[in-house]
């Protein structure tokens, strides 16, 4: 529908809420179609001509192999944390391209490769304690030949630099950096499911009773815990929507944002899932220790926000 960024944003938090696992394949999936549309033509055409609701999925730790011939790449390898791959007719893997003999390299160039179906296999390795919904099992590549017209050069998201598919889908959609479009997808889920968390946290600490017959509800500690963590929640979900509105209004004027205002737009959203996650984790430890058994309502949800907070775009720490 080429809404706005926040709409997008807004979907996926209220998603995410509902249930972690589909926010985050929501998101992540529902991402591809706006990274496809910068690519050539052609791809768009192979992928949509006869299914426009057909769907990729994606893994871009350039864990896997690409070496430049003749017309294209040929690529191979394993990739992790496929989200959503079995719902899906085709796969964008992200690999640092490895110069053709004789060719001098000064920037290696990480890029993202589409593979049709018949390309690669999907293991079912996907065992976890969290977002076990989001089926985000391994994709196993032997060496296949992508052309040139279904490869896109991260260097070029990163430069600014005019992308092929700009030319048939010029709105301001797509004029935004990827980096940041695609961690606020991550992020929005992660705050959603942070919201469904609170949520569920609030109806069974309602009931809650300490020796001698006191009513958590009453407790003015335990209302100040909950006070907290909704705030954190809250802020973090409003920065997240302003920096939205605020990328759409700089699309449609035709400003690009600078390196340094993208790494503020990631550390802001990024920022503020950490300090939920934290708050999340203080309101776990107040839950009570039938929080353990895998059967209790809030032992999922806080594995599944937890293991969110491991991808690599939203963790802190050098990976």
């Known amino acids: 529908g080429e809404v706005e960024l926040v709409e997008f944003v807004d979907s996926i938090i209220e998603l995410s809420a509902a249930s972690p696992s589909a926010g985050w394949v929501a998101g992540v999936i529902g991402v591809h179609p706006w990274q496809l549309a910068l690519f050539d033509d052609e791809a768009q055409q192979e992928m949509w001509a006869e299914d426009p609701a057909r769907m990729h999925s994606s893994s871009y730790n350039p864990t896997g192999k690409a070496v430049r011939v003749d017309g294209g790449y040929e690529v191979s390898g394993r990739w992790s944390f496929s989200s959503g791959c079995d719902h899906c007719r085709g796969v964008n893997l992200g690999a640092i391209v490895r110069p ?59 430069l600014g630099a005019p992308l092929p598919g700009q030319q048939v889908n010029p709105g301001p959609l797509y004029r935004m950096p990827w980096s940041v479009v695609f961690n606020m997808a991550l992020a929005s889920s992660i705050l959603g499911s942070a919201r ?37 929640l809250d802020a973090a979900i409003a920065t997240v929507r302003n920096d939205a509105i605020d990328l759409y209004r700089r699309a449609e004027a035709g400003d690009a944002p600078t ?61």
């Open 196 to 232: 469904g968390y609170i949520e569920t946290w609030t109806a069974e600490t309602a009931t809650r009773r300490i020796p001698p017959g006191v009513a958590l509800a009453d407790d003015p500690l335990t209302q100040r815990r909950l006070a907290e963590a909704t705030w954190t």
């Open 100 to 158: 053709a003999a004789g060719e001098e390299v000064v920037v290696p160039e990480y890029r993202s490769f589409l593979l049709h179906p018949d390309q690669y296999v999907i293991e079912d390795n996907w065992d976890v304690a969290g977002l076990r919904g989001t089926g985000s099992k391994d994709i196993v590549v032997e060496p296949t030949f992508v052309p040139e017209h279904r490869s896109q050069s991260h260097v070029d998201y990163a």
């Open 259 to 319: 390196m340094a205002e993208r790494g503020h737009y990631r550390w802001r959203m990024n920022r503020g899932c950490e300090l939920v996650g934290d708050a999340e984790v203080g309101l776990h430890r107040s839950a009570s220790g039938r929080t353990i058994f895998r059967d209790h309502p809030l032992h999922v949800r806080f594995q599944d926000i937890q293991g969110g907070l491991g991808h690599a775009f939203l963790v802190p720490d050098a990976l």
